[in-house]
């Protein structure tokens, strides 16, 4: 039962670590986006 | 006497547990008519249980003939035995191979969910839907979908303390990903055996959402934090940004977790069909005909795996039960990551926001707007909801693909 705790922590931690890291990637390329083609305010 | 008995072969051959599930289909077909729970899945897959559980199986294979040859070279070669059975679905009774041809039940099985097809196809509909101008505008969202995946997890260890082993506990645990088809593909990786309960369950309780979620909500807030407006930038999105993103996004994901590429790439392929708007008949097939189409052969197809030799055990009610852990678990996770970011944010959220993070889409973030509505609040965060909801859905197939690579390494 120990073991079985302990493989399911480890699963929680590597895929909350997982899942919030490939969300900031994403985070990043829509700030990158948005830095890039911001669109200009007309004049 | 032996005409009646044949005239009556399917009368006799009836056994109780098909009764059951011919209550559980019925079940499912009134709650899809009467309760309007996901009817354009639940109506085939209760009609589909119904079909699968018909006397002799007839919709899953033919009645088994003899085959000569088989017969010669097992009787010649016994140790051919195993190859014939285990590969080439024969069954051996008194030393004769008898072979059963696939039904359409089982043509559809094997060609739409053992291949993942149809959950794949089923992403390309989705993605040609979706909307993410909104996750552009506030891409801050995106960890709420992120942390709206914590009843993965948690359901995992809770169906590993009922007796699963950890393959079976991941594809139980991903009903938590709130999205039919990610917890058919894992099910399908994981738990073929499971995929049954598993896929009633991911989307009976996605039809839930509504009885869910208010009550975990409320535990977890004040009424002062339920009544917070939520401030909303309304920017002007580039239609490059929109065209980029999704190739963005499939490209990322596909280096960072290459098996999430099938689910991703479809899921954003759908996406940049709609978003590039040179291609609207190809974007409004995926969306209407495609999707339309897709629904209804996975719900039956779905339905088919419910045999009652196989869906009739215990196991199924761990996983009913587990699926509601699930959906209570995303929704706490939302809400407290919510109010853990206020702990650091001079402008404070609302933390129902982060309730909406879940994948099941539109009904989290119809349910955190009437919350409000309810409340007596004037705030509308309907936007801020729907936005966190997208997030949820990328979220979810990001959750999915993540505990297929890490599971089998710590097996």
């Not at chain 1, 700030?31 to 669109?39: G, H, M, S, T, V």
């Not at chain 2, 077909?29 to 559980?53: C, H, Q, R, V």
């Not at chain 2, 995929?195 to 004040?222: E, H, K």
Request: net charge positive.
């Amino acid at each position: 039962m120990t073991h079985q705790l302990s493989q399911g922590l480890l699963l929680m931690a590597y895929g909350m670590t997982g899942i919030f890291t490939i969300m900031a990637m994403f985070m990043l390329v829509i700030k990158l986006l948005n830095i890039f083609f911001r669109e200009k305010p007309q004049s | 006497m032996e005409f009646l008995a044949q005239l009556f072969q399917g009368v006799l051959a009836i056994k109780l547990g098909q009764l059951v599930m011919f209550i559980i289909g019925g079940t499912l077909i009134y709650l899809a008519i009467k309760k309007d729970y996901e009817p354009m899945l639940l109506l085939p897959i209760g009609f589909g249980a119904i079909l699968i559980n018909l006397p002799y199986k007839a919709m899953w294979e033919f009645t088994p003939e003899i085959d000569p040859i088989v017969t010669t070279i097992i009787q010649k070669y016994p140790e051919f035995q195993n190859l014939f059975t285990e590969h080439f679905h024969y069954i051996i009774q008194e030393g004769k191979a008898l072979k059963a041809e696939p039904s359409i039940m089982q043509v559809l099985f094997r060609s739409g969910i053992l291949t993942e097809l149809m959950p794949v196809l089923m992403f390309l509909g989705i993605g040609a839907m979706m909307d993410f101008s909104s996750l552009l505008k506030n891409p801050k969202m995106l960890l709420f979908g992120g942390a709206a995946q914590f009843g993965i997890f948690a359901t995992i260890i809770g169906a590993q303390f009922l007796g699963f082993d950890l393959f079976h506990a991941s594809a139980i645990g991903i009903i938590g990903a709130a999205d039919g088809p990610t917890a058919i593909y894992v099910a399908t990786k994981f738990a073929k055996d499971l995929l049954g309960p598993i896929s009633v369950a991911a989307y009976s309780y996605m039809s839930l959402v509504p009885i869910i979620q208010p009550p975990v909500i409320r535990f977890l807030t004040s009424k002062e934090e339920r009544m917070r407006p939520v401030p909303y930038r309304d920017i002007k999105v580039p239609k490059i940004a929109k065209i980029i993103f999704p190739i963005a996004v499939a490209v990322t994901a596909g280096i960072i977790a290459p098996i999430s590429a099938p689910l991703i790439g479809f899921l954003m392929f759908g996406n940049l069909l709609k978003e590039s708007g040179v291609v609207g008949r190809l974007s409004k097939a995926a969306q209407n005909e495609l999707a339309n189409l897709v629904t209804l052969l996975l719900g039956i197809t779905i339905g088919s795996t419910m045999y009652y030799e196989t869906f009739l055990q215990k196991e199924t009610l761990f996983i009913m039960a587990m699926g509601l852990v699930a959906f209570v678990f995303d929704t706490a996770g939302g809400v407290i990551f919510a109010k853990f970011l206020n702990l650091f944010s001079k402008e404070k959220m609302n933390p129902m926001v982060g309730a909406a993070g879940i994948s099941a889409f539109p009904m989290s973030c119809r349910v955190i707007h009437n919350m409000t509505v309810q409340e007596g609040s004037e705030n509308n965060i309907l936007m801020q909801a729907a936005t966190a909801n997208v997030a949820g859905q990328i979220a979810s197939v990001v959750a999915g693909s993540l505990v297929l690579v890490v599971v089998p390494k710590l097996f």
